[in-house]
Every structure is written in C-alpha cells, then in structure tokens.
C-alpha cells in the first residue's frame, strides 16, 4: 500500500481543521497515512507537545523521504507546508496541492507557478481527493 505524506497548517492556524480531518479519513481508505495526527481535532496552533521541535523536524524529514507523494493542503498559508513542498520538489516526490475555492483568497503564485506539483482547486474535499486516489492507486 503507498504510503502519503499528508502536510496542512498547524502553527499557520487551524481554521480547516475540519477539512484535514475529512482528508485524511478518506485517504486512508487507500493509503497508508504517515501524518495521521494532523487529522486530531484536539491539535492547536500551538502544535505537539508531546515531542520537541527537532524531533518533529527530524520525524516529518524522515516521512517525507519515505513516503511514495505528498499531498498538501494549503488553503491556510503555512511556512512549515512550503517548506515541506519544497523538500518534496528537492527528492522527487510527486506532490499535489490542495486549495479550497474561497472569495479574495489566492495560493502563493510560488506554488501555482511552478509545475511540478499538481494544483486541484476544489469546493468539496472528496472530489478533489477522488482525482488524486485515482491517479496515484
């Protein structure tokens, strides 16, 4: 089974949370999901306390070289989601972006212009994630 590497706001904010929730619960019908927790309701912006920071940087570095594509939601601006994109871009993992239809809101043109990672815009989470679980199965 392929394994993805989830990656969505945290410290960014929260405000989708719900949405991650939904994401990952539908993904791992197919995959496995190495990122699981970032589909907690009970996660803040505050992040994990449970691990310091180097070891959250060392764990997710870890995830992202092993996982078979990366799928980011990024309709809340994160640096960490950039970072890990980019990371993703640097080792050759096929990447998808996520980005929820939303009047005045824009992805950064840093993403959206650059064509190596596969831009879904969407208005239903399922739908967008229905193109992603057929082309990656």
Do not use: W
């Not at 990656?7 to 991650?20: E, F, K, L, M, W």
């Not at 764990?59 to 309709?75: G, M």
């Not at 005045?104 to 967008?128: F, H, P, Q």
């Amino acid at each position: 089974m392929k394994k993805i590497y989830f990656c969505a706001s945290v410290t960014g904010g929260r405000d989708n949370a719900n949405i991650y929730y939904d994401a990952v619960n539908i993904l791992k019908e197919h995959f496995i999901i190495l990122t699981e927790h970032l589909a907690n309701k009970n996660l803040t912006s505050m992040g994990e306390n449970d691990l310091t920071r180097k070891e959250i940087y060392e764990r997710d570095i870890d995830y992202l070289n092993n996982c078979d594509f990366v799928i980011a939601e990024c309709s809340t601006p994160s640096l960490g989601v950039g970072y890990e994109l980019c990371y993703a871009e640097k080792i050759g993992k096929p990447s998808f972006v996520l980005f929820k239809n939303a009047p005045n809101k824009r992805l950064s043109a840093m993403i959206e212009g650059n064509e190596y990672y596969k831009v879904i815009y969407y208005d239903d989470i399922s739908d967008a994630l229905g193109q992603i679980i057929t082309e990656m199965k």
